[in-house]
């Protein structure tokens, strides 16, 4: 793996920046779809994409890629906007998120655009989808693969129990090709999670189902790479990564405030937004200098 030095880390920070930028933009113009999973998620999927993962934007169907499986799809703003970022569609195509005939629909479909594995909608499903790919690669390649199964998971889906059965079966089967990441944002579209359906202690229930796990801050470019270097060594079992993220991040206004699930910012909340970004932007220049 490519070493994360500092001027890589600055990269990738202005990279999640630009990301933001684009879903926010996105959703003004789509004026309906998901806000705080997204802006949270940008920084992992920036460090996948531009660091992490095995993929080719010239060649998405390449044989040795690592997959990744978006479980939460209504998260899709992000992903759409980190493969325009990363060469695999046009930036223009940003522009038509949800709109009637667009590629880029309310959760992602398989069919429509390059390196998406699976389609998503209903949520709790990834993970199994996940382990049915680790366990079909171990099959075709042996213990020794070098491919990795990703897959992204939300805090609340967890509350769907098709999640621990998968889990279940990737403990008994010892999966170490299976990377599962947690977006430990602690809100769902009804509230926060510990008032829903709480999940505490969550890590203690991975552990139960055999998994390795690491708690990181997920919006912290050095703890995601060590995070992901560390599932890599573990071959007896599975690791799951629980990112704490904070919902909307880079909005103040938008943070930790449930109500952001599931709601697009308006032309005047969006260029707000943009604002607040464009200086958050101005922070990471000054602390790399």
């Known amino acids: ?24 933009t996105m959703l003004v113009e789509a004026k309906s779809g998901h806000t705080a999973g997204p802006l949270d998620m940008a920084d992992i999927f920036t460090a996948l994409f531009f660091h992490l993962l095995k993929h080719d934007p010239k060649n998405p169907a390449w044989e040795d890629r690592d997959r990744l499986v978006l479980s939460n799809g209504h998260i899709c703003p992000v ?7 990363a060469g695999y569609i046009p930036m223009e195509e940003l522009m038509t998120l949800r709109k009637f005939g667009s590629r880029l ?3 992602p479909h398989r069919d429509f655009l390059p390196l998406l594995e699976t389609s ?17 690669d171990r099959l075709d390649r042996g213990m020794a693969t070098h491919r990795t199964i990703y897959c992204l998971l939300g805090d609340g889906e967890l ?58 801050d997920g919006h912290n470019m050095r703890e995601i790479n060590d995070a992901v270097d560390q599932a890599k060594a573990i071959f007896e079992k599975p690791t799951v990564i629980i990112a704490h993220t904070i919902a909307g991040k880079g909005v103040p206004e938008f943070e930790n405030d449930y109500h952001w699930h599931g709601t697009p910012p308006n032309k005047e909340q969006g260029e707000k937004a943009l604002a607040e970004l464009r200086t958050l932007g101005g922070k990471i220049t000054s602390e790399h200098q």
């Open 1 to 24: 793996m490519a070493d994360l030095h500092d001027d890589k880390i600055k990269f990738l920070e202005e990279k999640a920046l630009a990301i933001r930028e684009s879903i926010i």
């Open 120 to 136: 998503s909608g209903p949520l709790g499903a990834g993970l199994s989808q996940a382990v049915g790919m680790a366990l079909a």
């Open 79 to 85: 992903y759409y906007a980190t493969l325009a970022h």
């Open 159 to 216: 509350d769907e129990g098709q999640n621990w059965e998968a889990a279940l079966l990737a403990g008994k089967e010892k999966l170490h090709n299976l990377i599962a990441i947690v977006d430990r944002n602690n809100i769902q579209i009804d509230g926060f999670t510990e008032n829903v359906m709480p999940l505490e202690s969550l890590r203690a229930k991975w552990e139960a189902f055999n998994w390795h796990v690491i708690e990181i």
């Open 105 to 107: 629909q309310g959760h």
